[in-house]
């Protein structure tokens, strides 16, 4: 789960235009309505599992349709396809709380962080970083390649890819209390780790953005 809205987009239109922008929100919200209630789900299954317990369908169902970060995600795509826009002042209201968002979720990670848990966690968050920033980002390069993408929409699948972990998983992981520390600790590394590798890829994808300025 990548941090799309608050690394990627800003990336993305900062340097490639409002073009680049489009196919990165589509992921984003495929990746909201239908990858985030799977996890979801696979949460509760596994948190029923732990506890001996079975909770009917419609329970679950109704679980993952509550939770603040799906039901708002459908919420806003219902106001969208209605047409509905917000006041300019609502806006600028919301703009306040939604611009520390970021460096608040960060904090509250680092607070949630020890330096024994850190320690504890180092190997499988390291791995799990290299899975993030390295393996992952190398298949969502080929597919795009393989698949024969426009460069347009290949750079938002590999920069997309290429933003640390979102802090979502660690709201998630904080609300089933499944594995907080390790899921701190790798958000914070990739978070970290990304300052390189994110520039990395974008050196690496300048000859697709020459591509796109010459059209």
């Known amino acids: 789960m990548t941090n799309t809205g608050f690394v990627a987009l800003p990336v993305l239109q900062a340097i490639y235009g409002q073009r680049t922008v489009l196919p990165a929100a589509i992921a984003t919200v495929f990746v909201a309505v239908v990858m985030f ?6 949460l509760e299954l596994g948190q ?3 506890h001996g317990s079975h909770t009917g369908p419609l329970a679950t169902v109704m679980h993952v349709l509550l939770n603040p970060l799906v039901i708002s995600t459908l919420i806003g795509l219902l106001l969208s396809l209605l047409g509905f826009r917000m006041p300019a002042p609502v806006s600028a209201y919301f703009g306040i709380f939604a611009d520390p968002l970021t460096p ?11 330096i024994e848990g850190l320690r504890a966690n180092i190997g499988r968050a390291s791995l799990l970083s290299a899975v993030k920033l390295v393996i992952m980002l190398l298949i969502v390069y080929g597919l795009s390649v393989s698949l024969g993408l426009e460069p347009l929409y290949a750079i938002a699948a590999v920069i997309r890819a290429a933003v640390p972990t979102a802090k979502t998983v660690y709201i998630l992981a904080g609300e089933y209390h499944c594995e907080e520390m390790m899921v701190a600790s790798t958000v914070s ?3 970290l780790v990304s300052v390189i590798s994110l520039v990395v890829w974008l050196y690496g994808l300048s000859g697709l ?7």
């Open 37 to 42: 209630p799977i996890a979801v789900i696979l």
């Open 189 to 191: 590394m990739t978070t």
């Open 48 to 50: 029923q599992d732990a």
């Open 209 to 215: 953005a020459t591509r796109i300025a010459a059209r």
């Open 104 to 114: 608040c979720a960060l904090f509250a990670i680092g607070l949630g962080l020890s």
